[in-house]
């Protein structure tokens, strides 16, 4: 017989191997992809019909939705809100174009467990003047669902998607120009807990890093300065959306001795992250937010991605201060500092750290870190107070003097740093003034009802913002009391002791302007 080629029996001992080989192969790379050492099995879906379903829990920075304690897949309802607003980025410094999920900067960290099927309702206020949409970067599907959730003004829109693989994911609207959008604060977190759950930790903190790019570092109103962008130059670097959000009153407390978890979120939309905590040292780090391989030990500084994540442990075991920083350092000068205060015993703590000469003189804080970056900032570029913390919801700055001029206001208030006064108001609310919504669109006319407000003396007067998605203010115009910034539903009051014509205004918006008669 002859070895020739196109022999039939030839053909056919050719298609056998041929299929015999390239089943063999097949085979051999479909076990592959889940063999490599202690790589996790895929999970496992429990059909949609069989889930139960419960309301997501989520929470703002830096607060840390609890731990999931159930064993079996739900489905998680979320309803989200865009707000297009504006918030002070730092003492004095009201950025215009702040848009946030559920109205806040940095928006929501929801947390779920591996398996979840995520049902996301969003809706785009009826008062922004862009399309948005949501990008998670949890989500298996185009776009990270971005196409599925694009909402006008006014829409809501819905989606089913599976938290596939467990980790620490940003979100973000991804709306052209997505650039802007970022920048304009349109990012919050998801935690996807792996199906065992994460190791119980003492305390658990929210931290998201971002850059504002806002004009310049002057008080009163800044907007978005795309050129500024493209430079990569931000005007401010923030932990928590604003200059002093984790400083001095707003610091988390921890106790002595108990592990810390912080999940660190860098938002960019440019910068990538040297996340570092002052004096302490990480038992755990997972890396970029990678939840199911084992973390790394003993590092001092981690790279934290733009658009990803870190979580980091540490266990403090000295009491004091301890400042969280980009150890790109210069960024300080921007604002990039958030503090966390651990509250003990220090002759405890003296086999560990003993300062002998330093006895009797001032504890490094997060102050003697930044006042030299205050005074740089106030001298140049005219930046007041950068560890100011923000106002709180209802919040009197008693001791500062009043001021009509923005500039002079947020001296005022970065020399006064936000410790909760007694009230201006004395007894209770006799009559309120509410700031209506849109007051603060530029020239408005309807901006307070009432406008004229007549009172019998000794009257407490509160006002209320009503006024969704902007802050306002009230300044007595002859200097009585200046408020800080009113979020919607903030209230803030005065008594009014003498008899008189007493004009207000919103430091702001000078365009709203009110008066109290005292009789
Ligand atoms: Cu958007």
């Not at 658990?204 to 978005?224: C, L, P």
């Amino acid at each position: 017989m002859k070895f020739h080629i196109t022999n039939p029996i030839w053909i056919t001992l050719t298609w056998v191997i041929a299929l015999v080989v390239g089943f063999r192969l097949a085979d051999s790379r479909s076990s592959y992809a889940g063999s490599y050492p202690g790589q996790r099995a895929p999970v496992v879906l429990e059909p949609k019909a069989n889930l139960k379903t419960e309301q997501g829990h989520w929470t703002f920075a830096p607060q840390v939705p609890p731990p999931i304690h159930r064993s079996e897949q739900r489905r998680v309802l979320v309803n989200w809100t865009i707000k297009e607003s504006q918030a002070e980025v730092s003492p004095g410094v009201i950025y215009d174009d702040y848009w946030g999920f559920e109205g806040k900067v940095p928006g929501p960290l929801l947390r779920v467990r591996e398996g979840d099927l995520v049902e996301i309702h969003l809706t785009n206020g009826l008062n922004s003047m862009h399309s948005h949409n949501i990008d998670f970067h949890f989500v298996s599907g185009p776009g990270g669902g971005a196409s599925a959730l694009n909402v006008a003004p006014g829409e809501t829109a819905v989606l089913e998607a599976r938290a596939m693989m467990p980790g620490f994911y940003m979100f973000h609207c991804a709306s052209p120009d997505i650039p802007v959008h970022i920048a304009n604060g349109m990012y919050g977190f998801v935690l996807v807990e792996p199906a065992e759950g994460l190791p119980s930790v003492g305390k658990e903190f929210f931290v998201v890093q971002s850059e504002i790019y806002a004009h310049d570092g002057k008080t009163g109103h800044q907007s978005f300065d795309v050129d500024r962008g493209e430079r990569m130059d931000p005007q401010y670097i923030v932990f928590n959306g604003a200059v002093g959000s984790l400083l001095k009153a707003n610091a988390p407390h921890v106790p002595l001795n108990q592990s810390v978890r912080i999940y660190v979120g860098n938002a960019g939309p440019n910068l990538v992250s040297s996340f570092h905590v002052i004096g302490q040292i990480f038992d755990n780090v997972y890396r970029e937010g990678d939840l199911i391989s084992p973390p790394a030990h003993g590092l001092q500084t981690t790279l934290i991605p733009a658009g990803g994540s870190s979580v980091v442990e540490f266990t403090p075991r000295v009491p004091g201060t301890f400042l969280l920083v980009d150890h790109s350092i210069f960024r300080l000068h921007r604002g990039a500092a958030g503090s966390i205060i651990v509250d003990g015993d220090k002759q405890l703590a003296s086999e560990i750290y003993n300062p002998i000469t330093a006895v009797g003189q001032p504890e490094m804080s997060a102050d003697s870190h930044l006042s030299h970056t205050m005074d740089n900032q106030m001298a140049g570029h005219n930046m007041a107070g950068m560890a100011t913390p923000l106002p709180s919801t209802v919040s009197f700055h008693a001791g500062i003097p009043p001021a009509s001029d923005p500039k002079e206001f947020a001296r005022a208030v970065a020399r006064n740093p936000a410790a909760p006064a007694p009230s201006a108001a004395a007894g209770p609310i006799g009559a309120t003034v509410r700031i209506l919504p849109g007051a603060g669109v530029t020239n408005a006319t309807d901006t307070y009802s009432p406008t004229v407000l007549t009172i019998k003396r000794g009257t407490t007067v509160a006002w209320v913002n009503t006024d969704p998605g902007m802050v306002h203010n009230v300044g007595d115009d002859g200097g009585a009391f200046t408020s800080t910034l009113l979020k919607t539903d903030d209230t803030w009051a005065f008594t009014y002791k003498k008899p008189g014509v007493y004009p207000f205004h919103c430091l702001p918006h000078p365009w709203m302007k009110g008066k109290i008669i005292v009789k």
